[in-house]
């Protein structure tokens, strides 16, 4: 975030125009004339929130789902999508192999081996 020619004061004021939810209310509790700076501001703002990070999980978590003998394709290739999004680089033959051994669906395992088609 930068302002051309804006102090500090006008700097952290405006910060808080870019926050939601819990950055909010994180800002709003700061104490008066606690913060001397806008780059004060900032180091306090990534040192507060560095932690809150959710962790990311490694590859091999995907190989733990399994479809439900209940849910259908869709319920659960919409929670593999989820727990897909939470995985650290991940490795597409990975991913279509555990989405294989995951699923009952056998037309859509048998699908899952058809070549990925060139995207230009």
Known sequence: MEFKGANDAIMCLAFSSYLKRGANRWYGRLKPN??????ELSQEFVTYFANSQPQRKPADALLALRQGNDETLRSFVGRFRAE???IKDPNHEMVRAAMKSAIHD???KVALNIPEISRN
């Open 34 to 39: 606690s913060i001397s700076s806008f780059r």
């Open 84 to 86: 897909l999004s939470q």
């Open 106 to 108: 056998r037309d859509f």
